[in-house]
Each structure stands twice: as C-alpha cells, then as structure tokens.
C-alpha cells in the first residue's frame, strides 16, 4: 500500500494550491479518503474527508468555502484544492485511506507553508 502526496510549498497568504495524492496497493474506490493536517506539538486534525464514490464530503469549519476535495477514481487520486490560503494553514498535509480500524493506511506528509 502507498500513498504519495504531492502539491505542497511556499505560498503567499491569499493564495491557492492543488494538493493530490496517488494511491496504489488498494482498491481506491472502496475506501474513505480524508486530508489532514498538523503543526507541531498539535494533534493531527481532520481538514476535509470524502466518500469511496465521492457523492458526500465534509470539511473542518476552519476550511470551509476555501478548501475542495475531490476524487479520481479512474486514476486512484485524491486531491485537495486549497484557496484564499491564510498562514494558519501552515501545517504537514497527510493523506489518508480509511475502510475501518484494520485498513487504514497513510502518506509521509506535503508540508504547505502560507507566508508573505
């Protein structure tokens, strides 16, 4: 199992950035799909999660209106499109596959830094 994110960087407050993340070993479209973020000495906290078909989707109210997420079935790619970007999102971004506490798999982090 791998999931690799990709997308992260410096950006200026106000800004935008399309997170993704591939996945492989699994069968993708039969597993939740979630975005989270920490900073350190915080908890890792859930910022957006979508469902195996992409029908339902939910955000932490610190990112709703600014942060999209969405899924590529066909190409076992999840994304997160971040706008408006303010330097509280500074944070490491992980991917993360959930099918139940026994399959639940991670990436290694995208470190996204919001600064002028």
């Known amino acids: 199992v791998q999931l690799v994110e990709s997308g992260g960087g410096l950006v200026q407050p106000g800004g935008s950035l399309r997170l993704s993340c591939a996945a492989s070993?699994?069968?993708?479209?039969?597993?939740?799909m979630n975005w989270y973020r920490q900073t350190p000495g915080k908890e890792r906290e859930l910022v957006a999660a979508?469902?195996?078909?992409?029908?339902?989707?939910n955000y932490a109210d610190s990112v709703k209106g600014r942060f999209t997420i969405s899924r590529d079935n066909a190409k076992n790619t999840v994304y997160l499109q971040m706008n408006s970007l303010k330097p509280e999102d500074t944070a490491a971004y992980y991917c993360?596959?959930?099918?139940?506490?026994?399959?639940?798999?991670w990436g290694k982090g995208t470190l996204v830094t919001v600064s002028s």
């Open positions: 993360n596959a959930n099918r139940g506490v026994f399959m639940d798999y």
């Open positions: 070993g699994f069968t993708f479209s039969s597993y939740a």
């Open positions: 979508i469902s195996n078909a992409g029908r339902s989707t």
